[in-house]
Structure formats: structure tokens, C-alpha cells
């Protein structure tokens, strides 16, 4: 079946503008996650969703990132008034439930490029 | 706090050597601990995970890891390198708290092998 996607796979923005990106988890997956991978911080969690909401949104690095998910699936993260550091891979995951533990694999898109000039 | 500390930032080995990529977790209970690879342009595919048990675990590729609680530390290690390894390789252990399933991921360790 198909796997997670994510779109646009790259995306180069002017500081100040704002962007969306989205993520298609696999069909059922009812967790969807969201990372980011930048060569200065690494691989970090950014915001967590179980159906349509989003319990765990610790990860969000300042008011001007948000997301949103819509009929447990299809899920969106914007962000306003982008500036250079928020130049990065934006990585979005899905899992079968919610909760991890052994039987809940994460299953990885190929990220969308940010490029903010 | 949880936290994951991969000390080998970049590494390069000869084709049919052996490898060994280190792992250090720091983590109040027993971890679920796991090993991702990312090829150039993809995604993180998941190579192996611990969750309990033998400590021991196989994974994709060929690939194994052992889970050392003495040491905190969780090793990936393959006999026999081959040049398709070469990829970046994050070890990662699943956050505790709030039951969520996210992931704390190390820095990475970059792998080159040789002709």
C-alpha cells in the first residue's frame, strides 16, 4: 500500500511569508506526527496527533508554528512569518494507534526541504 | 530528561568490514529503544527495535543491536558492510512521558564505506 507522503517536497519561501505543508499519513493511521531535522538541533519532535486532535504540542518551537488535522487524516503545518531559522526537513510520521509501545511502528514520509531566503 | 547521545558523528569503514555505530540513552525505566537509517532524499526507515526481551534483537539488512543496561547503551552493529550502507543512522528511544509514542532521536552518525 502506499506509504506516508508529504507535499511539497521542496519549498523555497522569503522571510516574513508564510507556508503550509502537507502530510498524507497511511490510510488507518490514527497517530501522526510531526519532526523536524535541521544540521543544527538534529531530529526534534515539533507536535503529536491522535485522530484529530493534538495532545502533545510541546515540541512547537514558537506561536508562529501550528497544525492542524481534519478527518483523521490529512494533516497540515503552518507556519507565519517564516525566518531563516526555520529553514530545515520537515518530517511527518504515522502509526497504526496511538500511544507507541511494540506494535506501533512509525512509519516516515521523505520530508519537505524549507528554504527560507 | 530523556535524551540520546550518539557520539560518532562520522564514520567510514571499507566495504566487507565490520561496523559497530554506538548508542547511549539516558532513561529512567527500560527503554523502547530503536535504530533508524536515512538514505540520501528519503525518509527514516526503521532498522531494528527493543522493546523487552533478549536483548539481542535482528533487524533489516542484516543489521543487529544489543541492549546493555549496565552500559545504558544500545550498539548497531553489522558483520559485513556493504557500499548501499552508506546512509546517516539515528538511534532513537520513545519518550515516557504523556503516552504519546513520539520519539527522541540522537544526532546522527554519518556512515561512508570504501571501496
Known amino acids: 500500500g502506499a506509504g506516508v507522503s508529504q507535499s511539497p517536497s521542496n519549498k523555497v519561501t522569503e522571510k516574513g511569508k508564510d507556508v503550509e505543508l502537507r502530510c498524507d499519513p497511511i490510510?488507518?493511521?490514527?497517530?501522526l506526527y510531526w519532526y523536524r531535522q535541521s544540521l543544527g538541533q538534529g531530529l526534534e519532535f515539533l507536535i503529536y496527533?491522535?485522530?484529530?486532535?493534538?495532545?502533545?504540542k510541546s515540541g512547537l518551537p514558537s506561536d508562529r508554528f501550528s497544525a492542524e488535522r481534519t478527518g483523521g487524516s490529512v494533516s497540515t503545518l503552518t507556519i507565519q512569518r517564516t525566518q531563516q531559522e526555520d529553514s530545515a526537513v520537515y518530517l511527518c510520521?504515522?502509526?497504526?494507534?496511538?500511544?507507541?509501545?511494540?506494535?506501533?511502528?512509525?512509519?516516515f514520509g521523505p520530508g519537505t526541504r524549507l528554504t527560507v531566503l | 530528561a530523556q535524551s540520546v547521545t550518539q557520539p560518532d558523528i562520522h564514520i567510514t569503514v571499507s566495504e566487507g568490514a565490520s561496523l559497530e555505530l554506538r548508542c547511549n540513552y539516558s532513561?529512567?525505566?527500560?527503554?523502547?529503544l530503536f535504530w533508524y537509517v536515512q538514505s540520501p532524499g528519503q525518509g527514516l526507515q526503521l532498522l531494528l527495535k527493543?522493546?523487552?526481551?533478549?536483548?539481542l534483537v535482528q533487524g533489516i539488512k542484516g543489521f543487529e543491536a544489543e541492549f546493555k543496561r549496565s552500559q545504558s547503551s544500545f550498539n548497531l552493529r553489522k558483520p559485513s558492510v556493504h557500499w548501499s550502507d552508506a546512509a546517516e543512522y539515528f538511534c532513537?528511544?520513545?519518550?515516557?512521558?504523556?503516552?504519546?509514542?513520539?520519539?527522541?532521536f540522537g544526532q546522527g552518525t554519518t556512515l561512508q564505506v570504501k571501496p
Open positions: 527493543y522493546f523487552s526481551g533478549d536483548t
Open positions: 490510510s488507518g493511521h490514527t497517530a
Open positions: 510520521a504515522s502509526s497504526r494507534t496511538s500511544g507507541g509501545g511494540p506494535y506501533n511502528e512509525q512509519f
Open positions: 532513561y529512567g525505566a527500560t527503554p523502547y
Open positions: 532513537a528511544v520513545e519518550s515516557g512521558s504523556g503516552n504519546t509514542g513520539k520519539l527522541i
Open positions: 496527533f491522535q485522530g484529530n486532535s493534538a495532545p502533545d
